[in-house]
């Protein structure tokens, strides 16, 4: 028998899904995906959002690899700011937890995402990453995410200027400790971690702890776990991501230990 909650949830995914986003299915009450290799399998399309949903009761996702950017604001003073950051209006906007989630287009192939955009409290989402989208409800915090403004079909959102795509911060003076440590018998350990996830409120920093030992365990060397889980793990399987310094500070006490 199919609940109330669990039909709205379908209906707002639907209505997403025709609007022209792409869907992701996350756990109940959670941010987590609902499927580990949720990356490499893309969207729900509108046949498997009736048959998963008839199953039982899902979180929804907004994907942006099909040209979404995501503004993510930390804290909602900076929505208000955000004109005299550069950043254009846009006609859909969600309510997060802390802060405000605004929604645009992208014409880009591959663009990246930008965590602490120009030393802010503002996240640019983008590439292999998800949104969580209203009406998804959070049981740890009791918070259901709502929508400020819209939505709108996706046709309808104004493009995300290129040049803002670019983070003019300076990199992170980050010093690696050299060298590996013992090996064990995990066939690829990079596939192993990408399975992976890093999520806040959810022993989030054992899961980064728990990545950083397999690749070290694994025979890679610190400068090698450092690009790998900054440029590849981070940005798909840490919910938030981590900033690069905190993933260099785990990689050297661990690989001195």
């Known amino acids: 028998m199919v609940s109330m909650d669990q039909h709205l949830m379908y209906e707002a995914a639907l209505r997403l899904d025709q609007m022209g986003y792409w869907i992701s299915l996350l756990r109940q009450g959670s941010k987590t995906p609902a499927v580990k290799a949720w990356q490499e399998r893309g969207r729900f399309t509108t046949a498997d ?17 099909n040209g979404i950017v995501v503004v993510d604001y930390d804290r909602k ?4 700011r955000r004109m005299a950051l550069g950043i254009p209006p846009t006609p859909q906007i969600g309510a997060t937890v802390k802060g405000f989630h605004g929604y645009y287009r992208t014409m880009l192939s591959d663009p990246k995402t930008i965590i602490k955009w120009r030393g802010h ?6 590439g292999k990453r998800y949104a969580v989208a209203p009406p998804s409800f959070i049981a740890a915090t ?3 995410y709502t929508w400020v403004k819209g939505p709108v079909n996706k046709a309808e959102l104004p493009l995300f200027p290129e040049e803002l795509l670019q983070d003019e911060r300076p990199a992170p003076s980050i010093i690696l400790a050299k ?13 192993y971690v ?16 728990r990545a950083v030992a397999i ?9 090698e776990t450092y690009r790998f889980l900054t440029e590849q ?5 840490a919910l938030p991501p981590w900033p690069n310094e905190s993933i260099a500070r785990a990689i050297n006490r661990h690989y001195q230990a």
């Not at 003073?77 to 208000?80: I, S, V």
């Not at 690749?215 to 400068?223: A, H, V």
């Open 49 to 65: 959002l009736k048959e998963w949903f008839s199953r039982r009761m899902f979180n929804i996702g907004i994907l942006m690899m």
């Open 77 to 80: 003073e900076l929505m208000e």
């Open 121 to 126: 409290d503002i996240d640019i989402l983008a």
């Open 142 to 144: 009791g918070w259901r």
């Open 179 to 191: 060298g590996t440590i013992g090996r064990r018998d995990i066939k690829n350990p990079k596939a």
């Open 194 to 209: 990408m399975r992976i996830i890093s999520q806040e409120g959810a022993n989030g920093s054992g899961a980064l702890v």
């Open 215 to 223: 690749c070290r365990d694994s025979g890679m060397s610190s400068d």
């Open 233 to 237: 793990w981070n940005f798909s399987n």
